[in-house]
């Protein structure tokens, strides 16, 4: 098995390997680490979860390190594109946590929020911008960057980006890119358009998989479960109900959806929040410490506002619609099994979403399993109306309001339950992950 040390890594880099606790590379990183460091161009097939974001950030850091001591002004030497605000605060998260002993600097370019502090981050000139692609091509057109200077791009979740219609300003961008770049493309999914735009961006690319092409993660367990629409509120509680649930994210299609199932999981006496993209950028942030912190439990979240999404210990994903795009399932459920863990995905589907789900199973290449007979059961012919009963997370402190509401039935969902421990690194110190970033701030 491959070490980091046999990577090719420098010194200052591996050092930051070692304090995060990583032992060995993952196998996207194996891969994809050498291939980045030797000049490649990469298309790489990599879900969620699999450490692909320390497999192209370690590399691009060495080559920064090699090649590019100090960016000019308004300028940077790598950019990444990500499809969602919170994935490109995420990977920031990681430049600056695989970076601590580089002295590169990286800067956050997101809508959402005020362009001034972007643009005078920018003026200086950075070594690594992050960027979603809408307000980068502002920043372009403005003049507040150019590419010039750019050696090599990151495109992350690429599927994703293309699914949110950003194919034509990924064109222009790239287009900006003048010189002879490398071009690092990687994808959950490889459906035809990442392929043709793999092929009309990326010279001669090592195409890197680490798991077959659209088959979701292993050690998820994933279940389908027939409720009649009328039932699902009810499904939902008594899933979220079960003692092994430790941290969940609930799907839904609609950002109106989201709100209501929402509304409906806090009047049940649980501590859930939404997240979806008619929320503010403040408001996305403090719902995703509050999240990653344990205050909030549950997340309900639209596909959109989800992806990226690294929290560690999501211990299940719930459907509670299915998604239009069967590739977003597999988006979804990998926001569980994450850093090595295993997960539960439940996914509720009713007579209208049985297409759906057809098309989920031709995407994975499997049956997904038969419903579990107790929550059937307890979920059909359920009507809408909220059950008051007692879904108490260990930190939850009650109002008045849903004390009143508490009745002895279903099983108190633990903050910790004793078989989903925290994801450990290498020495036994739980991961760091998911500390908050300044989206302004050049790192
Ligand atoms: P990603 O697929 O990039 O979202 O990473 C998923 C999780 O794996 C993150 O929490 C990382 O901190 C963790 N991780 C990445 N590389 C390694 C490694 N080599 N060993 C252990 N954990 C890792």
Redesign the pocket.
Known sequence: MKQ?HDLGLASSILRA?VA???????P??ATVIPAMLASNDILAL??????????FVLPLLDRLGHQRPTAKAKSCGALILAPTRELAE?IAV?IRTYGRFTRHSATVVVGGVKPGPQIRALAKGVDIVVATPGRLLDHLGSGALHLNDTDIAVLDEADQMLDLGFTPAIRKILGHIKGARQTVLLSATMPKAIRRLAKEFLRDPLEISVAPASRTIERINQKAVHVDKPGKRQALIDILGGGDVERAIVFTRTKRGADKVNEYLQEAGLVTDAIHGNKSQGQRRRTLASFRSGKVKVLVATDIAARGI?V?DVSHVVNYELPDMPEAYVHRIGRTA???KSGIAVSLYDKSEQPLLHGIERLIGRKLEAPSSQIAARSQGDDMTPRKRSHKFADDKPSKRRRSKRHARGKPISARSPSTTP?K??RGKP???GRSVDRHATL
């Open positions: 980091f390997v995060e606790g990583y032992e060995t590379p993952t996207i990183q990599a879900q969620t979860g699999t450490g692909k974001t320390a497999s995420q990681s690294d560690d994450r850093a090595g994801p690194n290498g991961a760091r992950r």
